[in-house]
């Protein structure tokens, strides 16, 4: 029984991070074309979440957390829009890091991990469900 308690819980934390990184990635394709509102002011930057293993004695392995949430610090677009309200004084305006193909593909990762969890959490179930049948037989 403690075995599938501890695969349950493991599967759970999997899920609850993979839920806090699609969260992210959706807020980053949200803000894609957030642009400063004055000449010079930073215009949204790329949030990272970042992983860490823990060791949990209940569930007799490691279950993942949520660590501190990143910054890409890559360079900002910068596109030639001299009507635009954050534009400098040459006319360019500077857009978010933000890559929508990458964060689509960050995307389609998350929903997969999060998707074989669930499925660990599924056959887990139908185990201990049949396992109870057979000591009820």
Not at 8 to 13: D, P, R
Not at 28 to 49: C, Q, V
């Amino acid at each position: 029984m403690t075995d599938f308690l501890s695969s349950l819980k493991i599967a759970a934390t999997g899920m609850h991070a993979q839920t806090t990184r699609m969260r992210l990635i959706a807020e980053n394709l949200a803000n894609a074309d957030s642009t400063g509102k004055t000449p010079g002011e930073d215009p949204y930057r790329r949030r990272i979440p970042t992983f860490k293993a823990v060791m949990d004695e209940e569930a007799g392995g490691k279950t993942v957390q949520i660590g501190r949430v990143a910054y890409d610090m890559s360079d900002f677009d910068s596109r030639f829009e001299p009507g635009h309200p954050a534009a400098d004084d040459r006319g360019y305006v500077r857009y978010p890091n933000v890559k929508s193909l990458i964060e689509t593909m960050d995307m389609r990762e998350a929903q997969r991990t999060y998707e074989a969890n669930l499925n660990v959490v599924t056959v887990t179930r139908q185990m201990l469900g049949r396992t109870i049948d057979i000591l009820r037989g």
